[in-house]
């Protein structure tokens, strides 16, 4: 089984609907991240959690919210979804080391 | 976190070893240079890290230059499933910091049978 799975691996929405995006991890890692990723280009940061209690915004928060429902739980929720949130959308664990994050598949979202 | 620049896109024949540049140069002293590479649309994947001293595992070696303002990825035997675009990420990577990854564009590595 996988370390780091995301839940919807596929979804498309229309506009105004809300979302949430799941991620869940095995590997026992106190943080986890949320990036987005647009064509052709690299990954930015959404939201970023370094335990249950502790919720950081990334360097693209606007428009998304988080939950730390567990330490191996943590969604991703857009209130009210716009085209320019189509995108893959990745989630990464790491250890308090910090030295490797692990990705998941991805989830891409498609807002209509 | 220290800016970093590489090539768009580089080729390299199958089996030979492929070089893949970038330049940090306004690296700080306690940070690390980081490589993660990611397959088509797949999740990133860590390779490699290293501060100041060079570093090899079992999927590439990290050469980083004494002034530390550039380093090279080398994947000794380039396969085909090694294509893959290569990021290289310069950040604070101690125990206990709270600092993330910043991915740039990367350089598209496309090996060639």
């Known amino acids: 089984d996988a370390d780091v799975t995301q839940t919807p691996r596929n979804r498309i929405t229309k506009t105004g609907k809300r979302i949430m995006l799941e991620c869940s991890q095995t590997?026992?890692?106190?943080?986890m991240y949320w990036y987005r990723q647009d064509p052709g280009l690299g990954l930015r940061l959404i939201y970023y959690?370094?335990?249950?209690?502790?919720?950081n915004k990334g360097e693209i928060s606007d428009g998304y919210s988080v939950s730390r429902q567990a330490q191996a739980k943590f969604s991703l929720s857009l209130e009210s979804a716009i085209p320019n949130q189509t995108a893959l959308y990745f989630c990464?664990?790491?250890?308090?080391?910090?030295?490797?994050?692990?990705f998941g598949p991805g989830t891409r979202l498609t807002v209509l | 976190d220290a800016k970093t620049t590489q090539p768009t896109s580089m080729d390299c024949a199958e089996g030979r070893a492929a070089n893949l540049p970038c330049n940090h140069s306004?690296?700080?002293?306690?940070?690390?240079v980081y490589w993660y590479r990611q397959i088509h649309s797949q999740g990133p994947q860590y390779i490699i890290h290293?501060?100041?001293n060079n570093e090899t595992n079992e999927m590439a070696s990290l050469i980083i230059t004494e002034d530390r303002k550039s380093s090279t990825l080398i994947l000794p035997h380039a396969t085909l499933r090694d294509t893959a675009v290569y990021y290289c990420?310069?950040?604070?990577?101690?125990?206990?910091?709270?600092?993330?990854?910043?991915f740039g564009s990367g350089t598209q590595l496309t090996v060639l049978p």
């Open positions: 990464a664990t790491s250890d308090r080391h910090n030295n490797e994050q692990f």
């Open positions: 590997k026992g890692h106190d943080r």
């Open positions: 959690s370094f335990d249950v209690k502790d919720i």
């Open positions: 306004t690296i700080s002293g306690n940070e690390y």
């Open positions: 290293g501060l100041k």
């Open positions: 990420i310069v950040r604070v990577g101690s125990s206990g910091s709270a600092r993330q990854l910043t």
